[in-house]
């Protein structure tokens, strides 16, 4: 079975606990309004702006498709910024079959994968044919990074599988989360619940976001929720940075570190060493 992939970072120590491949699956179902990886949102609709701003020549439409040459390709990102479908010329389409040797070749390295995106529960019959083989050959373990937005039969598949989720919560308020998102945190916060039980919520992750969720009551809430929540789920504060942003939010400021530090001291009152902090 083949997946769309938009980039392998071989070796992360972000993405999961240890040494970890962090794949980046190509397709989401949500329009993060702060997403630093806004190129992984779409599928490419062939819309050729992309070819016209590249100034090397690396890509070129043949075949029904984008062609990326990654010999002339001196990673300028023009591509990226022209693009106004949150799509990239550079995703590939890959068996699964050629992951999994990628996948072999860093073994050595590694303590396991992590599926992020994008959303990588969209391709959930990919990831779980690389993950059974992944199984089948290795001791590695599979970790899931989700936005939540997912359906109750893709976990249920996932949790017999994997070894632990990370969940993104944007914000706990429904109209703030529609007006970050575009959609309800309703269903997020059901899958929250239920990944909780299953014993496999390793983090959550809140991004906060300046005039949107990070008044001190946001911070207690999201801090309380984890807390009532389990006895074992880390909450991950991450302040808000405008690097990569493609919507009016790039013009916001990098998160104050003094205002971060002032959220993380509240959420550790309530969650202590359960609150990890991002700089
Ligand atoms: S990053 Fe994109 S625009 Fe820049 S050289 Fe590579 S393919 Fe061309
Ligand atoms: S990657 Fe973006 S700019 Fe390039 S063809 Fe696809 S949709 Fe158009």
Excluded: W
């Amino acid at each position: 079975m083949k997946g769309f992939i938009n980039r392998i970072i071989e070796n992360s120590f972000i993405d999961g606990p240890g040494n970890r491949m962090a794949i980046f699956m190509q397709g989401c179902n949500m329009a993060c309004l702060y997403c630093h990886n806004p190129e992984t949102q779409r599928m490419c609709n062939l819309c050729m702006v992309c070819v016209d701003n590249c100034p090397q020549g690396a890509l070129q439409q043949a075949n029904g498709k984008i062609e990326y040459d990654k010999t002339k390709c001196i990673m300028c990102d023009r591509c990226l910024e022209a693009c106004k479908n949150f799509s990239s010329p550079k995703y590939i389409e890959m068996e699964s079959d050629e992951l999994l040797k990628i996948i072999l070749d860093n073994e050595i390295f590694l303590d396991g994968i992590t599926f992020s995106g994008g959303e990588c529960t969209l391709q959930i019959d990919f990831i779980l044919e690389v993950i059974e083989k992944v199984k089948n050959k290795t001791s590695l373990t599979a970790f899931i990074d989700t936005n939540g937005f997912t359906d109750q039969e893709s976990l249920d598949k996932l949790v017999k599988c994997v070894d632990g989720f990370m969940l993104d919560i944007k914000a706990l308020n429904d109209k703030v989360h529609k007006k970050l998102t575009g959609v309800s945190n309703k269903p997020i916060l059901e899958n929250l619940e239920f990944l909780s039980k299953t014993g496999l919520l390793y983090e959550v992750r809140y991004v906060l976001v300046e005039g949107f969720n990070d008044s001190i009551e946001d911070v207690k809430e999201i801090s309380y929720l984890i807390k009532n929540l389990n006895d074992y789920t880390r909450l991950v504060l991450i302040p808000f940075r405008p690097f990569g942003v493609k919507t009016e939010l790039s013009k916001l400021p990098p998160y104050s570190k003094e205002k971060y530090n002032i959220l993380y001291n509240e959420a550790i009152k309530i969650l202590e060493d359960r609150v990890i902090e991002k700089g």
